[in-house]
């Protein structure tokens, strides 16, 4: 029999097959289908398929139009059957057809779960929050993305997540840029529509994480951060006390702990963990050196407490912030005065950081903070893990945020806001810290920095074209260049400063261009 062809032309796409049947009856089939389509669209959840989907259901109209003329009856004959006696049988084996094509697909495509051959992964692009406080550049933040900041306010963070605070905003890229923008979802209530389509088989109930951009032209406050457990139970005795979330003195605003990366996007200067006992003792004994016979009496307490066998740098702590207001006010001028008579050659590099912060907090104690933080610089690239009870401070610089979805902080110096002592005290982890500046590889276009978390992960990706490995919910940030997204035989552009939400997916996602982003996506523990 010779081969006749006929062109499928529906949901969008136009496929030309051959088969060995009269035209007739292929144009019969094709008119079956699309009265069909409503109904199987209806029963498979398809909405925009592939064209192997297309020819699937083409394959079932196939097989049912078959079943209804009798070609496949048992006894052979091509007979026909009575409608109105059969249609029910027709029915159930119409479904079992359905059901054993759907698993064909699966089985094709890898996918353990049949039905999310049907679900189209769609790229949502994000419309984020920016908070303006005072430590914020009014110029950083515009600048990546490409807007005028006519108030010219400082923006100090870009926040990208569904944190209750300030969720992101999506689009659908696939229904075109025309969405007003007050009409638009939220993150959050996006994926609460459906869990398992957005967020995948991770055990999450909402977006783990919160990714931000922070510009700090001048120094965040000192800070640090509980552990889960430790959350849990400020959060209880908080709300048991009928301290409101949005009060000054709430420390705990969720139940989550906050550990977090920070990876510079320019040069970055920060203060992260306890240094050893003897090295602040060091440092102490040569910053007040030339100190007043009454000053050198008030800063004696803190280096015995550093000389103590248990918990030196708890206590030496406790007496820092308990010194009396004049003994803060001492400590400031003397900084100044020091810092600015002390010849280069011979002042030490944290001096410089103690003479910007007691210009900017006179009379806090934390003005000395170099002297018993750690004080790390990292390059454009650089990242920086902060566990939970990891006393830091972010001090000036450009970089990217990305930790546990939460808002929980504890401060401990350098602000105006409130400093809750006693609960900081409680939840610091009092060890020193050995910081590890965590370095990209320059020869990986997809490098995912090695941080064992179970709510995050920070990859950067750079130009060519790469597969997309980020199987879960994750949200990407271009840095510099423009990005071709190509997902399910559609292609989309994303250029510098834009961010989208890319649900879990099929690992079928394609990057190409000339770019480089960053993508906070779920993480892992090993073991």
């Given at each position: 029999?010779?081969?006749?062809?006929?062109?499928?032309?529906?949901?969008?796409?136009?496929?030309?097959?051959?088969?060995?049947?009269?035209?007739?009856?292929?144009?019969?089939?094709?008119?079956?289908?699309?009265?069909?389509?409503?109904?199987?669209?209806?029963?498979?959840?398809?909405?925009?398929?592939?064209?192997?989907?297309?020819?699937?259901?083409?394959?079932?109209?196939?097989?049912?139009?078959?079943?209804?003329?009798?070609?496949?009856?048992?006894?052979?004959?091509?007979?026909?059957?009575?409608?109105?006696?059969?249609?029910?049988?027709?029915?159930?084996?119409?479904?079992?057809?359905?059901?054993?094509?759907?698993?064909?697909?699966?089985?094709?495509?890898?996918?353990?779960?049949?039905?999310?051959?049907?679900?189209?992964?769609?790229?949502?692009?994000?419309?984020?929050?920016?908070?303006?406080?005072?430590?914020?550049?009014?110029?950083?933040?515009?600048?990546?993305?490409?807007?005028?900041?006519?108030?010219?306010?400082?923006?100090?963070?870009?926040?990208?997540?569904?944190?209750?605070?300030?969720?992101?905003?999506?689009?659908?890229?696939?229904?075109?840029?025309?969405?007003?923008?007050?009409?638009?979802?939220?993150?959050?209530?996006?994926?609460?529509?459906?869990?398992?389509?957005?967020?995948?088989?991770?055990?999450?109930?909402?977006?783990?994480?919160?990714?931000?951009?922070?510009?700090?032209?001048?120094?965040?406050?000192?800070?640090?951060?509980?552990?889960?457990?430790?959350?849990?139970?400020?959060?209880?005795?908080?709300?048991?006390?009928?301290?409101?979330?949005?009060?000054?003195?709430?420390?705990?605003?969720?139940?989550?702990?906050?550990?977090?990366?920070?990876?510079?996007?320019?040069?970055?200067?920060?203060?992260?963990?306890?240094?050893?006992?003897?090295?602040?003792?060091?440092?102490?004994?040569?910053?007040?050196?030339?100190?007043?016979?009454?000053?050198?009496?008030?800063?004696?307490?803190?280096?015995?407490?550093?000389?103590?066998?248990?918990?030196?740098?708890?206590?030496?702590?406790?007496?820092?912030?308990?010194?009396?207001?004049?003994?803060?006010?001492?400590?400031?001028?003397?900084?100044?005065?020091?810092?600015?008579?002390?010849?280069?050659?011979?002042?030490?590099?944290?001096?410089?950081?103690?003479?910007?912060?007691?210009?900017?907090?006179?009379?806090?104690?934390?003005?000395?903070?170099?002297?018993?933080?750690?004080?790390?610089?990292?390059?454009?690239?650089?990242?920086?893990?902060?566990?939970?009870?990891?006393?830091?401070?972010?001090?000036?610089?450009?970089?990217?945020e990305l930790m546990a979805n939460s808002n929980n902080v504890l401060r401990g110096g350098l602000t105006n806001k409130h400093i809750d002592i006693p609960e900081l005290l409680k939840i610091l982890d009092f060890k020193p810290f050995n910081p590890v500046i965590?370095?990209?590889?320059?020869?990986?276009?997809?490098?995912?920095?090695?941080?064992?978390?179970?709510?995050?992960?920070?990859?950067?990706?750079?130009?060519?074209?790469?597969?997309?490995?980020?199987?879960?919910?994750?949200?990407?940030?271009?840095?510099?260049?423009?990005?071709?997204?190509?997902?399910?035989?559609?292609?989309?552009?994303?250029?510098?400063?834009?961010?989208?939400?890319?649900?879990?997916?099929?690992?079928?996602?394609?990057?190409?261009?000339?770019?480089?982003?960053?993508?906070?996506?779920?993480?892992?523990?090993?073991?």
């Amino acid at each position: 029999m010779p081969k006749h062809v006929i062109n499928i032309d529906v949901l969008g796409c136009s496929l030309p097959i051959s088969a060995d049947e009269e035209p007739e009856y292929l144009s019969g089939l094709l008119e079956t289908y699309r009265q069909k389509l409503e109904e199987i669209e209806k029963n498979t959840g398809l909405k925009d398929p592939l064209k192997k989907a297309v020819l699937t259901g083409f394959l079932l109209c196939d097989e049912c139009e078959k079943i209804r003329l009798g070609k496949n009856s048992p006894e052979g004959t091509g007979g026909e059957k009575n409608p109105e006696e059969d249609s029910g049988e027709d029915s159930i084996e119409a479904e079992n057809l359905t059901l054993s094509l759907i698993s064909r697909l699966g089985v094709l495509l890898g996918l353990e779960d049949t039905e999310d051959v049907y679900k189209e992964t769609k790229i949502y692009k994000l419309q984020n929050i920016i908070k303006n406080y005072d430590w914020g550049s009014p110029d950083w933040i515009p600048d990546l993305l490409d807007r005028i900041n006519v108030s010219q306010m400082p923006w100090a963070e870009l926040w990208m997540g569904s944190h209750p605070e300030g969720p992101s905003k999506v689009i659908d890229i696939f229904e075109g840029e025309n969405v007003d923008s007050q009409s638009a979802l939220l993150l959050p209530e996006l994926i609460s529509r459906d869990k398992e389509l957005y967020l995948g088989k991770t055990g999450f109930d909402t977006l783990p994480f919160l990714f931000k951009v922070i510009a700090a032209e001048k120094p965040l406050s000192i800070q640090t951060h509980p552990s889960l457990e430790q959350a849990l139970e400020g959060w209880a005795r908080e709300s048991g006390k009928g301290i409101g979330l949005d009060s000054p003195l709430r420390n705990y605003r969720d139940k989550s702990h906050k550990p977090e990366i920070i990876c510079a996007i320019s040069p970055f200067i920060a203060m992260a963990g306890f240094r050893e006992p003897i090295k602040i003792k060091a440092l102490l004994a040569a910053f007040f050196e030339n100190a007043s016979r009454s000053l050198k009496a008030a800063v004696f307490p803190l280096i015995t407490a550093l000389e103590e066998k248990e918990d030196p740098l708890k206590k030496f702590l406790s007496i820092l912030f308990s010194m009396p207001e004049k003994t803060r006010k001492d400590f400031c001028d003397y900084a100044k005065v020091l810092c600015n008579n002390a010849r280069e050659e011979t002042k030490l590099k944290e001096w410089d950081l103690i003479e910007k912060f007691a210009e900017l907090y006179p009379e806090d104690p934390a003005i000395i903070s170099p002297l018993y933080l750690n004080i790390v610089n990292l390059e454009p690239g650089d990242a920086l893990f902060i566990p939970s009870g990891i006393l830091h401070a972010y001090v000036h610089g450009m970089g990217l945020e990305l930790m546990a979805n939460s808002n929980n902080v504890l401060r401990g110096g350098l602000t105006n806001k409130h400093i809750d002592i006693p609960e900081l005290l409680k939840i610091l982890d009092f060890k020193p810290f050995n910081p590890v500046i965590l370095k990209e590889n320059p020869e990986e276009n997809f490098y995912k920095y090695p941080v064992s978390c179970r709510e995050f992960s920070l990859s950067i990706l750079k130009g060519g074209e790469i597969p997309y490995l980020e199987s879960g919910p994750s949200i990407i940030l271009i840095m510099n260049g423009e990005l071709e997204l190509t997902i399910n035989q559609r292609t989309i552009k994303l250029i510098k400063g834009e961010s989208a939400f890319i649900p879990a997916n099929d690992g079928s996602i394609m990057f190409s261009g000339d770019f480089t982003l960053y993508a906070a996506g779920i993480g892992s523990v090993p073991g």
